[in-house]
């Protein structure tokens, strides 16, 4: 924790040097009726900002078929950055198939270095 310290108050001015964002676990995901209840909860107290949201606790192909389209639409209204966070698989394949799902569901625009950035959302590869 010292380091910590150090750092934000010696080197960074006392701005923070780390954070985190709203995130949930595979335990938290599976107390809720199902995935599409949790997400609601998240896009709820989270919505307008930065949230993650482990996908993979039950099956994380029908999820990304079954759940992002149905959430969809009470994320755009919320206009915060979801993150969908897949935890097992090849971390290729996942993560491709997950951006390839979001693209589907929240469209993307063409950056300026000629990639696809997706609106409002994006993957993140938890384990692997």
Not at 32 to 38: F, I, M, Q, S, V
Not at 76 to 98: K, N, Q, T
């Amino acid at each position: 924790m010292s380091a910590a310290y150090y750092a934000q108050f010696h080197l960074n001015e006392g701005r923070p040097v780390g954070m985190s964002i709203p995130a949930t676990e595979h335990s938290v995901m599976t107390c809720w009726p199902d995935e599409r209840a949790a997400i609601f909860n998240m896009i709820e107290h989270f919505g307008t900002g930065v949230f993650a949201t482990v996908m993979d606790s039950y099956d994380y192909t029908a999820a990304l078929e079954e759940v992002v389209p149905v959430v969809a639409q009470r994320k755009i209204e919320a206009g915060g950055f979801w993150v969908l966070r897949p935890d097992s698989g090849d971390p290729i394949e996942v993560v491709v198939e997950g951006l390839v799902a979001l693209d589907k569901v929240f469209g993307s625009d063409v950056n300026a270095k000629g990639y696809k950035v997706i609106r409002g959302a994006g993957v993140i590869q938890g384990d692997g």
